[in-house]
């Protein structure tokens, strides 16, 4: 059996890092040479679960080119099974990474095979994704993707609700633990600002519908457990951090593999909070991801 169905976005990053962003119609040279990375919440989150020692499969498209077979190579190197990843007769994503030392950054995606994956590409793996004993999602694929892996999920189903967009009731009807950020979170409720308080933050949580918990990543400001009748707030580790780019996709990895060792959803998160802190000690996001011995076992 499958631990974890992975199904998102598969993409190839490119950072190039920089004095300072430009400015609309501006060139800048760059402060040093261009890095190629893997990337994709999806791949990323695939790969941050099997580094910790989860049964993995990626679910997702590629292009038929070079970048696919890179990328899948460099995540079947990882662990995760592959076999699921579907070629596209679009490019593989793409994502530009501007990035100044003092962590400013802007990202343009070309999602190109990612938005190819539809809903009827996953009839074919029923069985894998019903079988899985967690499912996880996030959303740089199509919504109707999504809606429909959650639909055929049996085990626990995950949703990192990123980018912000809206979700299906329906959909969120179906998902047992949802993790947005602080401004998913409240574009999700329909929320005019980011700026609530533990308390406003864990109504809008409230107002959503799932079917269980809600855990808000705050970054620095650890994250927000929220149930029907409890919420509680988990610390941030107190690390050096170098770069975040990679943090709320191991967060989401290690929660989910936390929730399937039986861990309470406070304890998980705490869990996932340790493996993120690790991650932000690193530069870039996939290669960031922390092996389980690299975790702390306790705060």
Known sequence: MTDIVVVGSLNVDVVVPLHELPAPGQTVLGAADHRRTGGGKGANQAVAAARLGRRVAMVGAVGIDADGDWLLGLIAAEGVVTESVLRAPRPTGQAIVLVTA??????AVS???NMWLAPEHLSPLRDLLGSA??????QEVDAAVVAEAVRLAEGLVVLNPAPARPVDPATLARVDVLVPNRGELAALAGAPSTDAGVDGLAAMARSLGTRGPVVVTLGGDGALVVTTDRQWLVPAERVDAV???GAGDTFCAALADALLDGAAIDEAARWASRAAAVTVTRPGAMAAAPRRAEVPTTA
Do not use: C, F, N
Not at 102 to 107: F, K, L, V
Not at 133 to 138: E, G, I, P, S, T
């Open 133 to 138: 004993r967690a499912v996880l999602l996030q």
């Open 243 to 245: 770069d975040a780019t």
């Open 111 to 113: 999602s190109g095979a």
């Open 102 to 107: 003092d962590g400013d950054s802007t990202i």
